[in-house]
Structure formats: C-alpha cells, structure tokens
C-alpha cells in the first residue's frame, strides 16, 4: 500500500497519459478528464499502466511484449497474470503459446472490474466514479463517445414468440438461436447491477445480479478460466432468457451477425446502455427488425408497459396538436423503441404487438467488419494499419531467416 490508495497509482496520474493514448486507438476510446485518470488510477498499478501503454493493438506473446517493455519474462509475467485476473487483459491459449490482447475500457475491463466480487479495489468509490464517468455532461462525454457513433457496438434482440406469425425470426435475431449455436457459454455477474448494489440501489424489475449475463465463445472461457463467470450448458443459458423474458428484460448482443459474444439481460434502471438511449441517444443502439405498436381500441392506459419498456419508449398518445386524446391511450414512440417485445406480455388486453419496421438496417457480418466501420467514422483507422502491416513483415522477415 502507497500513503492510502492501496498500491494503486499514487500521486502519479499523468503517468496515465500513455496509457489513455493506447486505449484511444480503439475503436470505443475513453474520454480523457480527471474522473477517467483517477478511475484508471485505481483499477491499474504503475507497472500495470506502463505495460498496458506498450500493448501493441492485436494479441501479443510473452516474448513479443517483453521487447515492447524491455522486462524480463520473470518480472513480466507475474504483473500479466495480475492484469488478467483483474480483467485488464485477456489471456488466450492457442498451442503451446499464450497469447495476450489488452482489453478496451467499454465494453471490457470497466465490465469486468464488477464481473468479480473485489477487495483489493476500494469498490464504492470505483462505482461512483464509474456512473459519474458514464452521466456526466452526456453530450460530450463517454456516453456520446459509446452510443453517439452510426455504426452501434451492440442491438437488441427480439422476443422471438411475439414476432407476427407470417414472419420467421433469422437465427442472429434470437438470444435462444445464438445460444444453440455457440461452442461454450457462461453467466456471471451483471456489471451494471453489481455496481448499483455498491451505491446502495437494487434492480426495480428484481432482476438478479449473479448468473445473468452470458458470454460466448473465446471471451466466455477465459471469463470462466479466470473467475468472472461460470461454465454453463446451454440448457442452463436458455433458462436464464426464460427468466429475462419473466423479468421483461431486454437482450443485447454484438451488432453483428455471425457468432456474438454475449447476451446481456437489460433492464431501464440499471443498465449504462439503456441509461444512455433514454439521455437521448435513441440509435445508439442497433434496434430489431420489428417494432411495437398499439391497438388503441384494446388499450385500457393500465400503465404497465411504460414499466416494461427499458428504454422510455411508450408514453401518453396526444393528438396532432399535442393536447391528450379524450380516451387515455398509450403510444409507441417509432424513433425510440427497438422491436425487443418485452412489453407485450406486461399488456393483459393483448393491445400491443409487433410489426416489420422499415428501413431496418442488417448488422455488419462480424467483428473485423464492424470495428473497421468504426474505426473509419472515428478517424483511428490508420495505425491499425501500420500495426499490421509491421506484423506481416515481422513474420515475413522470420520464415526467410
């Protein structure tokens, strides 16, 4: 322990700078400003920031990020391994080689810093700070650097057993479909309730925090292998969207088509990303092929899809020139609602239902493509570039010496 911040970085935060200028090479970066900096300062140690700023921006072996740092593997590795356990990084096997990517703020390590039950992190503070990072002057800050983009990071998932009967659901549409196709799934924690549990705030909808957000693929084995989530069948993973779809909850997913990575179970007071579509970031999330609508005729106004609805969507329906209707009906605001269906089975006078939206736009087939949009809209395409074009070199150079 350095003076009182728990052998953190103490008196030090501009020797966060490289790293910040690291993580900004992602394609979600993170606003620099003094929250950010003394965040960073208690989820990294000194040496954990100096060998996070040297991370080159694909994976990297123990020998490739020695160079980088000039450690020895004796030294490196130790603060490689605190690093993966904290969720800095990510550890991934692949033969006899281990190879080690660093992990983005969001979504990543800010996740997975409450993925874990943590003492060696002063944890209400680290919540505070995080929400405040989040909320904090939302035009012009993490909020508008994550969900102010065209090209969304995630989108919702629909309800498949509300979809209209003359529609078939596509495989990436539906949380089960992903699930069945996964090669080995895991739920932990939600990030975003285990946080509000540190300032002292519970779930409305009383959804749980443990064992309901599930991870897929790579991610989900080193999420197990390093204690942030638990191995589960894919039994276990479609029960707990059963559960979502009890709690009226709403699935979100990578915006892209082939092999996603997760499905967390969202509800409207918890959750940063619906906090950020009902600040008024109403496409900062990609929305389903669907959306809600009303019958007015079966509407009774009883209120309880407003409670449904994670993102604000459903309000008091007012005529042309904005005076309420003589009968109080709901309405569904097009430009808000993202076609989940998590609150038509809240509606006991089967009012609402989903129609086809149009103009829907299909995500980006996978990851590389997605993040290459981006990275083209944030202007950060070029030293992805550089970095691989070195690499190829690198291995060029290596199979004709």
């Given at each position: 322990?350095?003076?009182?911040?728990?052998?953190?970085?103490?008196?030090?935060?501009?020797?966060?700078?490289?790293?910040?200028?690291?993580?900004?090479?992602?394609?979600?970066?993170?606003?620099?400003?003094?929250?950010?900096?003394?965040?960073?300062?208690?989820?990294?140690?000194?040496?954990?920031?100096?060998?996070?700023?040297?991370?080159?921006?694909?994976?990297?072996?123990?020998?490739?990020?020695?160079?980088?740092?000039?450690?020895?593997?004796?030294?490196?590795?130790?603060?490689?391994?605190?690093?993966?356990?904290?969720?800095?990084?990510?550890?991934?096997?692949?033969?006899?080689?281990?190879?080690?990517?660093?992990?983005?703020?969001?979504?990543?390590?800010?996740?997975?810093?409450?993925?874990?039950?943590?003492?060696?992190?002063?944890?209400?503070?680290?919540?505070?700070?995080?929400?405040?990072?989040?909320?904090?002057?939302?035009?012009?800050?993490?909020?508008?650097?994550?969900?102010?983009?065209?090209?969304?990071?995630?989108?919702?998932?629909?309800?498949?057993?509300?979809?209209?009967?003359?529609?078939?659901?596509?495989?990436?549409?539906?949380?089960?479909?992903?699930?069945?196709?996964?090669?080995?799934?895991?739920a932990g924690m939600c990030y975003?309730?285990?946080?509000?549990?540190?300032?002292?705030?519970?779930?409305?909808?009383?959804?749980?925090?443990?064992?309901?957000?599930?991870?897929?693929?790579?991610?989900?084995?080193?999420?197990?292998?390093?204690?942030?989530?638990?191995?589960?069948?894919?039994?276990?993973?479609?029960?707990?969207?059963?559960?979502?779809?009890?709690?009226?909850?709403?699935?979100?997913?990578?915006?892209?088509?082939?092999?996603?990575?997760f499905i967390c179970n969202c509800?409207?007071?918890?959750?940063?990303?619906?906090?950020?579509?009902?600040?008024?970031?109403?496409?900062?999330?990609?929305?389903?092929?669907?959306?809600?609508?009303?019958?007015?005729?079966?509407?009774?106004?009883?209120?309880?899809?407003?409670?449904?609805?994670?993102?604000?969507?459903?309000?008091?329906?007012?005529?042309?020139?904005?005076?309420?209707?003589?009968?109080?009906?709901?309405?569904?605001?097009?430009?808000?609602?993202?076609?989940?269906?998590?609150?038509?089975?809240?509606?006991?006078?089967?009012?609402?239902?989903?129609?086809?939206?149009?103009?829907?736009?299909?995500?980006?087939?996978?990851?590389?493509?997605?993040?290459?949009?981006?990275?083209?809209?944030?202007?950060?395409?070029?030293?992805?570039?550089?970095?691989?074009?070195?690499?190829?070199?690198?291995?060029?150079?290596?199979?004709?010496?």
């Open positions: 322990m350095k003076g009182s911040n728990m052998g953190h970085i103490a008196n030090a935060k501009s020797s966060l700078v490289p790293l910040i200028d690291r993580l900004n090479k992602y394609p979600i970066g993170l606003v620099d400003n003094e929250i950010l900096r003394e965040l960073l300062s208690l989820l990294f140690d000194e040496k954990e920031a100096f060998v996070g700023s040297k991370f080159p921006l694909e994976e990297a072996t123990l020998s490739e990020l020695g160079k980088a740092t000039k450690m020895n593997a004796d030294e490196l590795l130790p603060v490689l391994e605190s690093m993966a356990d904290k969720g800095l990084i990510m550890d991934m096997p692949y033969g006899e080689e281990i190879y080690y990517l660093l992990m983005p703020g969001v979504i990543g390590f800010f996740e997975f810093t409450f993925m874990k039950h943590r003492k060696d992190i002063p944890v209400e503070k680290v919540a505070g700070l995080m929400t405040k990072y989040f909320h904090d002057d939302p035009q012009h800050g993490q909020a508008k650097e994550f969900l102010g983009t065209k090209n969304q990071l995630t989108r919702s998932l629909v309800y498949e057993e509300h979809i209209p009967v003359n529609s078939e659901v596509v495989s990436y549409e539906s949380a089960r479909e992903i699930i069945k196709n996964s090669n080995f799934g895991a975003c309730r285990h946080k509000k549990e540190h300032e002292g705030k519970t779930c409305r909808k009383g959804a749980p925090v443990e064992n309901v957000c599930i991870s897929l693929g790579n991610g989900a084995r080193f999420l197990s292998r390093r204690g942030f989530a638990q191995q589960k069948s894919k039994e276990e993973l479609l029960e707990i969207i059963d559960m979502a779809h009890h709690r009226h909850l709403t699935h979100l997913t990578d915006n892209i088509r082939n092999k996603p990575t509800c409207s007071c918890c959750c940063e990303i619906m906090a950020g579509v009902q600040m008024g970031y109403f496409d900062g999330v990609a929305k389903t092929s669907y959306i809600a609508t009303i019958d007015p005729e079966l509407c009774d106004y009883c209120g309880e899809c407003f409670t449904a609805c994670n993102v604000g969507a459903i309000g008091l329906k007012r005529s042309n020139d904005g005076k309420e209707k003589e009968k109080r009906v709901s309405e569904v605001k097009q430009e808000i609602c993202l076609g989940c269906g998590a609150c038509i089975s809240a509606c006991e006078k089967g009012s609402i239902s989903l129609t086809l939206r149009e103009n829907y736009v299909r995500p980006k087939k996978n990851k590389r493509d997605l993040f290459k949009s981006v990275l083209i809209e944030k202007h950060r395409l070029s030293p992805f570039i550089t970095g691989r074009v070195k690499k190829e070199a690198k291995k060029l150079f290596m199979s004709n010496g």
